[in-house]
């Protein structure tokens, strides 16, 4: 099951565009915007999304999130690129 207000959390507090969460949660950018509106994701879906939410927002509180505003261009997309690293790393199980 979603944990809905984890994922809307991590949305409004990460200040990640949708595209880069669509990225970081591997799901279509429209797929953001669905589930902001209300539908529920495949259970396997579901699942994946709540751990790299809870990733983002441990992130947040660890003041990695959200990116400054100067982080722009390739040197936005390369502190991405990172921060999908440390976000598998965060939702391993421990």
Do not use: W
């Not at 880069?20 to 209300?38: K, P, T």
């Not at 441990?58 to 997309?77: D, F, N, S």
């Amino acid at each position: 099951m979603l944990e809905r207000e984890s994922f809307r959390r991590a949305v409004s507090e990460s200040g990640l565009s949708k595209n880069e969460l669509a990225r970081v949660f591997e799901v279509s950018r429209g797929q953001i915007y669905n589930i902001l509106g209300g539908c529920t994701p495949p259970a396997h879906r579901a699942q994946r999304i709540n751990i790299y939410s809870r990733a983002i927002l441990k992130l947040v509180e660890m003041k990695i999130l959200p990116l400054p505003l100067a982080v722009k261009g390739q040197q936005r997309a390369d502190a991405i690129q990172r921060l999908i690293r440390k976000l598998y790393e965060l939702a391993r199980p421990e």
